[in-house]
C-alpha cells in the first residue's frame, strides 16, 4: 500500500459544503412543508432561498472546476466491472472479498459510483434547481429587475421538487453508509478530510528473457567455447 493524494483541495471543499448545504436545505424544506418546526416558517422560508442560492454559487464554481481540470471524466459511465462491483457490495462486502475496483487519483470512483453520480449530476440536481427556481420565483414580487415567472400551477412544480429533494436525500443516506465501507470505518472519512489516501501499489513487472536475447546468448557461448 501507498499514500496518494487522491482529493484535491478544491474537491474537499466542493464535497463538504455541498453536503453541508445539502442537509440544511432538507432542514429548512421540511419546516416549510410543516414537518418540523425549529426556525419558524417566514425564516426557514427566507434561509431555504439563501442556502439555495448558494448552492448555485457553489454548482457554478464546481462546473468551472471540473471542465478546467478534466474532473469531470470521473464520471464517465462504465459497464466494465459494473456486475462485479454490484456484488461486491450486495455479498462480497460482507464475506471478506476483494474490492473490484483499484482507487487512484486518476480513478476515484468504481463503475457503480459513476453511474450514480452521473446520474445525479444530469438529472436529479438539474431537476431540483430548475423546479426550485420555478418555485423561488412563482409571481415573484418584481423587485431588483428580477421578473415573476408566469407560472399558471405551483402544484406540480411542487411535487417535483420535493421528489427531486428526496432523491438527492436517500442518495445522501446511502452515500453515509458507503463511507464506512473502506479498509477501515474511518478509513474513507479520514480521506475526504486530509486528502490522502492508502491505495494499491502496482504489481512489479518481472522482465523476461525474449528469444533473441538468449539466441545471442548461445552464440556468444559457442564463440567462447567453441
Known amino acids: 500500500m501507498k499514500r496518494e493524494l487522491v482529493y484535491p483541495a478544491f474537491g474537499r471543499f466542493w464535497h ?3 453536503a453541508l448545504l445539502i442537509l440544511f436545505l432538507a432542514i429548512t424544506g421540511f419546516e416549510i412543508h410543516g414537518s418540523i418546526s425549529f426556525f419558524g416558517f417566514g425564516q426557514a422560508v427566507h434561509l431555504h432561498s439563501a442556502a439555495a442560492t448558494a448552492f448555485l454559487v457553489l ?4 462546473v468551472f472546476w471540473h471542465f478546467t481540470t478534466d474532473e469531470w471524466r470521473q464520471y464517465l459511465p462504465t459497464w466494465k466491472n459494473l456486475r462485479a462491483q454490484a456484488e461486491y457490495y450486495l455479498f462480497g462486502i ?3 472479498a476483494p474490492h473490484p475496483t483499484r482507487k487512484s ?3 476515484k470512483l468504481n463503475p457503480l459510483q459513476k453511474l450514480t453520480y452521473a446520474g445525479l449530476k444530469i438529472l436529479v440536481i438539474p ?7 420555478l418555485y423561488m420565483f412563482f409571481r415573484y414580487p418584481q423587485r431588483y429587475e428580477v421578473l415573476a415567472l408566469d407560472v399558471q400551477a405551483l402544484e406540480p412544480i411542487a411535487l417535483i421538487h420535493t421528489a427531486g429533494a428526496f432523491a438527492l436525500l436517500a ?9 464506512t465501507t473502506g479498509r477501515t470505518i474511518t478509513s474513507n472519512l479520514k480521506a475526504m478530510v486530509t486528502g490522502w489516501e492508502e491505495v494499491e501499489e502496482d504489481a512489479p513487472t518481472v522482465a523476461s528473457s525474449s528469444p533473441s536475447s538468449t539466441d545471442s546468448s548461445t552464440k556468444a ?3 567462447v567455447h567453441p
Open 127 to 133: 431537476v431540483v434547481v430548475v423546479s426550485g427556481l
Open 221 to 223: 557461448e559457442h564463440q
Open 59 to 62: 454548482i457554478a464554481f464546481a
Open 171 to 179: 442518495f445522501l443516506v446511502a452515500h453515509l453508509y458507503l463511507t
Open 94 to 96: 460482507f464475506q471478506d
Open 105 to 107: 487519483r486518476l480513478q
Open 16 to 18: 463538504w459544503t455541498q
